[in-house]
C-alpha cells in the first residue's frame, strides 16, 4: 500500500496578526481528529534555521543577505523535516512559509519578486501549501497588539509603510492564489476566526479521505 502524501498546511500575516494565537489549536484540532501533525516555523524549524532566525530577527544585514538566508534557513527545513514528514503521511503545520518571503522581502523591503520567485523555483518548484490562512488585520490593530506584547524583532520595529506594503502584498496572493489561500479577517474575536477555522478544516479533511 502507498502512504498518502501529508496536508502542508501554512499560517501568514503581518506580525500582531494573530498566527501564533492559532497555530497550537490548528494543531491541536487536527491531533483530536486522528491525524498525526508535525509543527513547524520558519525562519527556523531545524538547528541550523533557529540559528539564522536569530540573526535575521536580530541582526541588521542587506536586503539580498536576508532574502538568501531566509531561503537558506528554507532549504535546510524543507530538505530535512518538511518533505521527509510529508511524504510519510505527516500533515506539516508551519507558522510563515514563501508567502511571507514574497510579503517582507519582495513588498516590504521592496526587493520586488522576480527574485524571490527564482528562489523559489530553485528550491521548492512542486512545492505548495495545500491551504494557506492569512491572518490580516489594518496596521493599527497590529501595532495595537504587539506593542501589548513582547519586546519587539527588527521587523517588529519597522516603519507604518514597510508594514501597509507587506500587507498588501499578502493581501493580492490571497487573491491571485484563492483556492489555496483563505483569507482570515483577524480583527474578529479568537472564538469566531477559530468557528471558521474548523469549517475549513472539516473540509480540507474530508478532500483529503476522498483523494
Ligand atoms: N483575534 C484576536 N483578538 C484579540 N487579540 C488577539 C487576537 N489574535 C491575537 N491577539 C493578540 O495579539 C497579540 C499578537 O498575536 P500573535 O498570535 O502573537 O501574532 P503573530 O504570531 O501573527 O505575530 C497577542 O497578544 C494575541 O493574544
Ligand atoms: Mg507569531
Given at each position: 500500500?502507498?502512504?498518502?502524501?501529508?496536508?502542508?498546511?501554512?499560517?501568514?500575516?503581518?506580525?500582531?496578526?494573530?498566527?501564533?494565537?492559532?497555530?497550537?489549536?490548528?494543531?491541536?484540532?487536527?491531533?483530536?481528529?486522528?491525524?498525526?501533525?508535525l509543527s513547524t516555523r520558519e525562519p527556523g524549524g531545524t538547528p541550523i534555521g533557529e540559528k539564522l532566525r536569530e540573526l535575521l530577527l536580530h541582526?541588521?544585514?542587506?536586503?539580498?543577505?536576508?532574502?538568501?538566508?531566509?531561503?537558506?534557513?528554507?532549504?535546510?527545513?524543507l530538505r530535512t523535516v518538511i518533505e521527509p514528514a510529508l511524504s510519510t503521511g505527516i500533515w506539516v503545520v508551519c507558522d510563515r512559509f514563501t508567502d511571507a518571503t514574497f510579503a517582507y522581502q519582495g513588498g516590504g523591503r521592496e526587493?520586488?519578486?522576480?527574485?524571490?520567485?527564482?528562489?523559489?523555483?530553485?528550491l521548492h518548484p512542486d512545492l505548495q501549501p495545500d491551504r494557506t490562512?492569512?491572518?490580516?488585520?489594518?496596521?493599527?490593530?497590529?501595532?495595537?497588539?504587539l506593542n501589548r506584547t513582547r519586546e519587539q524583532d527588527r521587523f517588529e520595529k519597522m516603519a507604518d509603510a514597510f508594514f501597509q506594503r507587506t500587507r498588501e502584498v499578502y493581501l493580492a496572493r490571497a487573491n491571485a492564489h484563492?483556492?489555496?489561500?483563505?483569507?482570515?479577517?483577524?480583527?474578529?474575536?479568537?472564538?469566531?476566526?477559530?468557528?471558521?477555522?474548523?469549517?475549513?478544516?472539516?473540509?480540507?479533511?474530508?478532500a483529503a479521505a476522498t483523494q
Open positions: 500500500m502507498t502512504t498518502k502524501r501529508g496536508k502542508f498546511l501554512t499560517l501568514e500575516g503581518v506580525d500582531g496578526a494573530g498566527k501564533s494565537t492559532h497555530v497550537q489549536w490548528l494543531v491541536d484540532t487536527l491531533r483530536n481528529k486522528g491525524i498525526e501533525v541582526e541588521p544585514m542587506g536586503l539580498e543577505c536576508e532574502t538568501l538566508m531566509m531561503f537558506a534557513a528554507r532549504a535546510e527545513h526587493l520586488g519578486y522576480d527574485r524571490v520567485e527564482t528562489l523559489e523555483k530553485w490562512w492569512l491572518f490580516d488585520v489594518p496596521l493599527t490593530v497590529a501595532r495595537e497588539r484563492p483556492t489555496r489561500m483563505i483569507c482570515v479577517d483577524s480583527t474578529q474575536s479568537i472564538d469566531n476566526i477559530r468557528k471558521d477555522l474548523e469549517l475549513d478544516i472539516a473540509q480540507i479533511i474530508d
